[in-house]
């Protein structure tokens, strides 16, 4: 049954800002453990859509439903979800006050309610898995780029989601970082979390990938496997942008 | 790292003739020189009316000597209870400053209103007239004394700035922190609690130290209704000794010396934030 349902749908969503329609009518069903890359150009509403999946924007119209829990006023509910469902920012949003382990318990303690040294335990095993388990006492201020963005990714995995969702997480990082954190992420894809990462990442696209969602003016005008996506895709608009983002 | 490390020498040298106003020792010598103008021409007054100081006699109101050693006088058991009283004042202050910061940050319509009301009464009634509202009429009322109902009337006026910068502070901080504490399952409370607030302080603290200052200064104010404090006990000292130039200058030097330090920990607070961001 699991294998069926999906752990995401999203049905008929539309987002308003004001007058502006920031996603136009989108339907989109994640299997578990499926890898969904999302791209577009910049305004397309990429953002939009994966901050609505777990409501830090609310949804106007249709419904979307996270591993069978629909997302509405109920605030139970939504914190339920978000225990489901991490999420890693384009500028990391670290807490510059607490050190890198205490970013990372906050949630195990607060949220989970987890004693603090099984926290601090989680917490240096998720450092370990980013590959950098001697910066737990450090300030994110003290960190890197690409070492602030893996200890944002450490502090996701630290609540067990189900689902993790990137919005541009390398977009800010200078190019010798961004390396680092993508493995991260290649390694993330290769123990069956289920991921949607909006990137323009193509390389990164190509390899973990199970589907390409290509999104244009608040809809989603295609979406195919990366083979056939990067190969041919069906849309004159899609080429056009694999055109302006491969070239470089 | 060269070009990090030219940004701070220039931003150094840019800062450095307003720091050098800003130093403390600049401040206080600018402080020392105005009060000793003010001093000379009231010296110089009081010799043209031909007042007889008797200055021997003031020390008496500070330490008494008593059989078991020496013992606050009059105005520094004075200057202790005004003390005190603006601490328990501003301590509620802080506690209806935050609470009607919060009310106004919240998405509660109703709450929003009920702070914006607060703030346009407060601000807009005089601190004398807000002192005979909670002693003459409050006062019988809820059966409050006049302690009771000065700190209250204290706590209420300042509560109204004290709330400004509590809500300047929660949003100097981005909205990124709200998202990332949302993003983990905090609730308002606990991101308030464990992620705003903890960095709001950091630029708090200067202006709500000057706001202590406020208070202690207008915590003066009490003494219409006879509080026993600083100022209270200048008058009560006058009225049997009619020292009143010494010991106004002395209420006033005591008043100075507190809030002087307050202000100079202050530029200590704003300095060191300064410097480690
Ligand atoms: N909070 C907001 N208020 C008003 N408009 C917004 C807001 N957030 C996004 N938008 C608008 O919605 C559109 C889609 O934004 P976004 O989802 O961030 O696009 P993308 O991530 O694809 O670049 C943009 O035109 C943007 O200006
Ligand atoms: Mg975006």
């Not at chain 1, 305004?43 to 106007?60: A, M, Q, V, W, Y």
């Not at chain 1, 249709?62 to 500028?91: C, H, K, T």
């Not at chain 2, 030219?6 to 020392?32: A, C, E, F, G, K």
Request: with cysteine; net charge neutral.
């Amino acid at each position: 049954m699991s294998d069926t349902t999906p752990i995401i749908r999203m049905i008929n969503v539309s987002k308003l800002f004001g007058d502006f329609v920031a996603l136009d009518d989108v339907s989109l069903s994640v299997a578990a453990g499926e890898r969904v890359v999302i791209c577009g150009p910049s305004g397309s509403g990429k953002s939009t859509l994966i901050r609505c999946i777990n409501r830090l924007e609310p949804h106007d119209r249709g419904r979307i439903i996270v591993d069978g829990l629909e997302l509405d006023e109920d605030m139970a509910n939504l914190r339920s979800v978000r225990q489901e469902v991490g999420m890693v920012f384009q500028q990391f949003n670290l807490f510059p006050h607490l050190t890198v382990l205490e970013n990372l318990t906050l949630g195990p303690i607060r949220v989970r309610r987890m004693a603090r040294p099984a926290a601090e335990a989680l917490a240096r095993q998720y450092l370990e898995r980013v590959h950098i388990p001697e910066q737990a006492d450090k300030y994110p201020g003290q960190l890197s780029g690409g070492q602030q963005q893996r200890v944002a990714i450490a502090r996701a995995l630290c609540m067990e989601p189900r689902i993790m969702l990137f919005d541009e997480p390398t977009s800010a990082l200078d190019p010798e970082m961004i390396k680092e954190v993508l493995d991260v992420m290649v390694e993330l894809a290769g123990t069956g979390m289920t991921m949607l990462c909006v990137t323009h990442e193509m390389g990164f696209a190509r390899k973990v990938a199970d589907r390409m969602v290509f999104m244009e003016a608040g809809r989603i005008v295609e979406t195919a496997p990366p083979e056939a996506f990067f190969t041919a895709p069906a849309s004159p608009r899609a080429r056009l942008f694999l055109d302006q983002v491969l070239e470089h | 790292m060269v070009e990090a490390a030219d940004r701070v020498t220039i931003r150094r040298r840019s800062l450095r003739p307003r720091r050098l106003l800003s130093s403390r020792l600049v401040s206080v010598l600018l402080y020392l020189l105005v009060v000793w103008l003010i001093l000379r021409t009231a010296l110089n007054g009081a010799a043209a009316m031909g007042y007889n100081w008797q200055w021997y006699r003031i020390p008496q109101f500070l330490l008494e000597r008593t059989e078991d050693g020496f013992q606050a006088g009059e105005l520094l058991t004075g200057l202790l209870a005004s003390l005190i009283l603006s601490g328990l004042a501003f301590l509620l202050a802080l506690f209806l400053g935050l609470i009607v910061a919060l009310l106004r940050l919240s998405d509660l319509v109703v709450g929003r209103a009920v702070a914006r009301l607060f703030l346009e009464i407060v601000r807009n009634m005089p601190l004398l007239v807000l002192l005979y509202v909670f002693y003459y009429v409050t006062g019988p009322i809820f059966g409050l004394n006049r302690y009771v109902a000065s700190v209250i009337c204290l706590g209420v006026y300042h509560a109204a700035l004290v709330s400004e910068i509590f809500r300047a502070g929660i949003n100097s901080i981005a909205t990124g922190q709200w998202e990332a504490a949302a993003a983990i399952g905090l609730s308002r409370r606990q991101t308030y609690r464990f992620v705003i607030l903890p960095q709001a302080v950091r630029f708090m603290l200067p202006p709500m130290t000057g706001e202590a200052v406020n208070m202690i200064k207008s915590s003066a104010i009490v003494s219409v209704i006879a509080v026993a404090e600083l100022t209270t006990a200048g008058r009560n000292i006058i009225s049997d000794t009619y020292l009143s130039f010494e010991i106004w200058f002395t209420v006033a030097a005591l008043y100075l010396a507190v809030t002087l330090c307050l202000s100079l920990l202050a530029t200590h607070l704003e300095h060191r934030l300064a410097t480690k961001s």
